[in-house]
T-cell receptor, first 112, second 114 residues
Framework: DQQVKQNSPSLSVQEGRISILNCDYT??????FLWYKKYPAEGPTFLIS?????DKNEDGRFTVFLNKSAKHLSLHIVPSQPGDSAVYFC???????????FGQGTRLTINP | KAGVTQTPRYLIKTRGQQVTLSCSPI?????VSWYQQTPGQGLQFLFE???????NKGNFPGRFSGRQFSNSRSEMNVSTLELGDSALYLC?????????????FGPGTRLTVL
């Protein structure tokens, strides 16, 4: 049972434009959500997180939106830069569960 | 502050052997988690330790085990290796646990089983 789903395996965006990565979840107990970026042969790097008490969190070029009624999470990157090309994972955690549940990842390619 | 370190970075074993992977968390972090990443499967949770106690375990066979030491360093062991155990094994640490704090990942150990 895939509780966290990233339905787009890949996404291609032009440099300078907005990149929007999407994530859906099914477990209503999830209350903490994160996005990680991963380059080949490296561990995931934390990007941004959001608690279920908020619907938006910004950090520089990165903004995460949470729609609890739709059980939907999105990451906006603006403007997109070549260095943003990587695999992006969304992850979720339920209070007290002490584990993260990850999506399958979306490979983002930024074209010059 | 030094990040999460994992040793070794690469490992080649044959079926039936056992392997031990090591993880040193960020200084001050007491929670250590382990994940397995295989192509097309994303990151699958193995187990989480806090103050030498396993608090949660993923859906993996008993061949996969782990432990945490008093200095928060952690090891995971896989016995009777199978071809399907070939994967990137990732360790992550956080202050109190992944439900409340951000987890920071190490570079991983790439295990190849022949």
């Amino acid at each position: 049972d895939q509780q966290v789903k990233q339905n787009s395996p890949s996404l291609s965006v032009q440099e300078g434009r907005i990149s929007i990565l999407n994530c859906d979840y099914t477990n209503s107990m999830f209350d903490y959500f994160l996005w990680y970026k991963k380059y080949p042969a490296e561990g995931p790097t934390f990007l941004i997180s959001i608690s279920s008490i908020k619907d938006k969190n910004e950090d520089g070029r990165f903004t995460v939106f949470l729609n609890k009624s739709a059980k939907h999470l999105s990451l906006h990157i603006v403007p997109s830069q070549p260095g943003d090309s990587a695999v992006y994972f969304c992850a979720a955690s339920a209070k007290g569960a002490q584990k993260l549940v990850f999506g399958q990842g979306t490979r983002l390619t930024i074209n010059p | 502050k030094a990040g999460v370190t994992q040793t070794p970075r690469y490992l080649i074993k044959t079926r039936g052997q056992q392997v031990t992977l090591s993880c040193s968390p960020i200084s001050g972090h007491r929670s250590v988690s382990w994940y397995q990443q295989t192509p097309g499967q994303g990151l699958q949770f193995l187990f989480e330790y806090f103050s030498e106690t396993q608090r949660n375990k993923g859906n993996f066979p008993g061949r996969f085990s782990g432990r945490q030491f008093s200095n928060s360093r952690s090891e995971m062991n896989v016995s009777t290796l199978e071809l399907g155990d070939s994967a990137l094994y990732l360790c992550a640490s956080s202050l109190q646990g992944p439900s409340t704090d951000t987890q920071y990942f190490g570079p991983g150990t790439r295990l190849t089983v022949l």
